[in-house]
């Protein structure tokens, strides 16, 4: 990654690696890609005016030359920064079209969407500005903040002064109040980490992260809230929280109005088109206290297929909608200790000719009975 510490922007914008981040991202060249900014701040800005660039002409096309796509970035970046140095809010003003041949019908979409970029397409590049929605969070906070960030390679314990733990994932940020003195416990975040939070009824715990803010008395959650991806997760482990976007959200207020998570559920928000989608985790666990573990026995014999459903549902701690009284005749014989949920209910569903699906975090179970 060193030749990136120093290659120009129409540089980024031509290599393969850094495009096949950008339009293609994996969870491997995500660690790459933000372990490397986060050894490399200095290089956030030209890393975002790549990015950008490069999902607005997704060039493919191999008849044109480097030094014509060359020429096209320069023109448009210099009509960017002209206007942004200006202070102007619409690029498009004064942005004349480069002097294309028509026929040319590659150049010509590639000029088009250059002038998208420079004109309606800033209000998208401001949009992907994630880092300085961070700093605005941490700029606007008038009480004094601690920030911790983790240049390792390896997650960060951080221990917040109400007890609650945080575990910091590499190339991520946090910021907090040193003595959470006001009315509720505010973390900012950009990165991932997972937190564990301590009952606080008095004292709402509130985390802040990209457009979304999360809401919590006392629970364990997780949040994914990349700089440069696409969507915003919020996972639950335990307890129960409020999700909402961040646009028109107020402290102060007596109510909080946002999606509610329960354990094993997660929502997650599309960045483009500004949306809430609340489902299941990849990998639901069963949430009982320790002390009831030995009580749990998923080895059915015999067993009615709507006790079944209950045994799974206190379990997960998952709402399952299902007729009790037409599967109460569905007898269930499986040993399923070992297997995770969405096995369990698969193995079920074959065994009493039913199906399953996942809707808005819960389970629904449809089935004709049982003859």
């Given amino acids: 990654m060193e030749y990136y510490k120093y290659c120009s922007l129409q540089d980024l914008v031509l290599d393969d690696f850094f495009r096949e981040w950008v339009l293609a991202p994996t969870p491997e060249l995500n660690a790459k890609w933000h372990q490397f900014l986060s050894e490399n701040p200095e290089r956030w800005d030209v890393i975002q005016d790549a990015s950008l660039i490069v999902k607005a002409i997704k060039v493919e096309e191999p008849s044109i030359s480097d030094q014509e796509i060359r020429s096209l970035i320069q023109h448009t970046v210099n009509q960017i920064q002209q206007k942004k140095e200006a202070g102007t809010g619409a690029l498009s003003a004064g942005i004349k079209p480069l002097k294309i041949a028509f026929f040319r019908q590659t150049w010509f ?133 409020s999700v909402s976007a961040q646009k028109g959200f107020n402290e102060k207020a007596d109510k909080f109005k946002g999606l509610i998570l329960t354990p094993n559920q997660k929502v997650v928000y599309d960045r483009e088109v500004a949306q809430l989608t609340k489902s299941l985790v990849a990998e639901p666990i069963i949430i009982f206290q320790e002390k009831e573990e030995q009580k749990m026995d998923f080895n059915f014999d015999d067993t009615p297929a709507n006790e079944v459903f209950e045994v799974l549902e206190n379990a997960y701690g998952i709402h399952i909608i299902y007729d009790a009284d037409l599967l109460k005749n569905c007898p269930v014989t499986a040993p399923l200790s070992d297997q995770n949920l969405y096995k369990k209910l698969k193995i079920i569903c074959k065994a009493i000719e039913a199906q399953y699906e996942l809707i808005d975090g819960q389970i629904i179970i449809q089935s004709k009975g049982c003859k």
């Avoid at 401001?126 to 008038?142: G, I, P, S």
């Avoid at 009315?183 to 990209?210: C, I, M, S």
């Fill in 109 to 241: 979409r590639l000029a088009a969407s250059f002038l998208l970029l420079s004109g309606l397409g800033w209000l998208a590049y401001e949009r992907y500005q994630t880092d300085n929605l961070y700093d605005k969070f941490v700029t606007d906070n008038k009480s004094k903040l601690i920030e911790i960030i983790n240049n390792g390679v390896n997650p960060q314990i951080v221990l917040l002064n109400d007890g609650s733990k945080v575990t910091l994932n590499a190339g991520s940020r946090i910021s907090y109040e040193a003595s959470f003195s006001g009315n509720n416990r505010v973390v900012y975040l950009t990165g991932e980490a997972f937190f564990d939070v301590v009952r606080n009824p008095q004292k709402p715990f509130l985390v802040y992260a990209n457009e979304l803010v999360t809401k919590v008395l006392g629970t364990s959650f997780s949040v994914k809230a990349n700089k440069f991806d696409k969507q915003v997760v919020v996972e639950v482990k335990t307890g129960k929280v």
